[in-house]
Each structure stands twice: as C-alpha cells, then as structure tokens.
C-alpha cells in the first residue's frame, strides 16, 4: 500500500487496512465464534425495505407491511425509523446456524453493516468494537501501522461511555516534508 498523500488518501488507506485485517482475522473466525453476532443479541441490524422483503420473505407491499408493523402485528424483532428498518433480538434470517454462516455475505442484499463490523472507518480513524472476540485490537493497530508505513503514528483510546469501542487515530509523525516544502 502506497503511502496516502491526502487526508482522503488516509481514509481511504485506512480502510483498505480494516478491510484486509477483517478479511484475514475476523471472517474466519466467524464459523467458531462463541456469541455470533448474526444472533442480534447486542447488535441491531440496520435494512433497507428490499432487505427486509427478501430475508423474511414477505410478500405484501412495503406500505401493507409498515402498517403491520405500526399496529404491533409484524415481526417483533423488528423497528422502522427514517426510511429504514432495524432488527435485534432474533437470529438474522440469512444467518445459517447449523453451518456458522450466513447465506448472503457474497451477494449485493448483504446489509453494510455486516461488512463494516467489527472495524468501522471514520475519517482518519478506525473504530474497532472489541464485542467481536475475533479483534485483537493491539494486533489490529500494528497491523494498520505496517500498512500505512513508518510515516505514521496509530494511537489507541477508548469510548468513556462505552469501553467496547476503541478508536485507533492516526497522525503523520513530525509533519511531510512535501507539505513543509510547498508552504515556503
């Protein structure tokens, strides 16, 4: 990964480092994790209309189904809110239990926040939600250090109201020299 030049190129390497960390630590795991996430025990997970049609495989219209909602009769597992939907408390319908997979990760209906977790991005900084024991959050900082190479600097705070959440902040150690130059 090439040094990033800008604070877009941080964000953007940034989240290439959490997306290959995921990849190579995270999603394995998921098939021997104790406490799935997929289970929404602790996760809430954010749909769209779509999602929600194909994973509880309604066949109402989204105006008939938001109607059974608001009068308590739809799936208890589920919220509407701004035009979206959230579930928690019931396993993810494309969550296969016997197999520790789930049945759309490779497909386009695949919710974001199933890719996202349990490393967000965020400018130029990751948040890591240390409820997924597959993170080792010092492991996910130096391996964010090796990827952004020794021009910076990755620090390690966590959220005062929610301990889970540690946020990885990164700085250029001593200023760029090429940004020193073009401001003489």
């Not at 997929?38 to 929600?52: G, I, M, S, Y």
């Not at 990755?154 to 001593?174: I, N």
């Amino acid at each position: 990964m090439s040094p990033p030049t800008s604070r877009q190129g941080l964000a953007t390497n940034l989240q290439a480092a959490a997306d290959s960390y995921q990849r190579a630590h995270v999603i394995e795991h998921c098939a021997v994790c104790a406490k799935p996430c997929c289970r929404l025990d602790t996760h809430v997970l954010e749909l769209n209309w779509k999602q929600v049609k194909v994973f509880w495989q309604l066949d109402e219209s989204r105006a008939a189904f938001d109607r059974r909602l608001a009068s308590g009769k739809g799936p208890e597992e589920i919220r509407a809110g701004d035009g979206l939907y959230f579930a928690h408390r019931k396993v993810c319908p494309a969550y296969d239990e016997a197999q520790h997979c789930c049945r759309v990760y490779d497909q386009a209906i695949k919710p974001t926040g199933c890719s996202d977790y349990p490393v967000y991005g965020d400018g130029n900084a990751l948040i890591a939600d240390l409820r997924c024991e597959a993170v080792d959050i010092d492991e996910l900082a130096a391996w964010v250090a090796r990827a952004l190479g020794p021009a910076f600097h990755v620090t390690q705070s966590a959220d005062r109201d929610f301990p889970f959440l540690v946020t990885l902040t990164v700085k250029r150690r001593g200023g760029d020299p090429k940004s020193r130059a073009g401001r003489r």
